[in-house]
Nanobody, 119 residues
Framework: VQLQASGGGLVQAGGSLRLSCAAS????????MGWYRQAPGKQRELVVS???????NYVDSVKGRFTISRDNAKNTVHLQMDSLKPEDTAVYYC??????????????WGQGTQVTVSS
């Protein structure tokens, strides 16, 4: 199983970016999908997650600005980021809890995509 993330880049404060992540391979089902980020010198943090039935959990700092969505048929998750701030600058990683041919769910990670917001 592989996760391929895309959509990062450089944007001015107040701008928008859309991240996408697609899972491929022998996938039986996907439980929680999410986006994490890691800024220089800081620990990786959960930005937002979404369950199969659409329940979401956002970190307070992005509420009202970021929107997560998932397409269960395409094994993809998107992150629409609006009103971006310089403090959103980080490497963003997608994460999925995936069940393959083996029983149980495992964590899989995308390769990370850089988001840089200039002031």
């Amino acid at each position: 199983v592989q996760l391929q993330a895309s959509g990062g880049g450089l944007v001015q404060a107040g701008g928008s970016l859309r991240l996408s992540c697609a899972a491929s391979g022998p996938i039986f089902s996907i439980n929680i999908m999410g986006w994490y980020r890691q800024a220089p010198g800081k620990q990786r943090e959960l930005v937002v997650s979404v369950t199969r039935d659409g329940s979401t959990n956002y970190v307070d700092s992005v509420k009202g600005r970021f929107t997560i969505s998932r397409d269960n048929a395409k094994n993809t998750v998107h992150l629409q980021m609006d009103s971006l701030k310089p403090e959103d600058t980080a490497v963003y990683y997608c994460n999925m809890q995936i069940r393959t041919v083996l029983p149980g769910y495992r964590d899989f990670w995308g390769q990370g995509t850089q988001v840089t917001v200039s002031s």
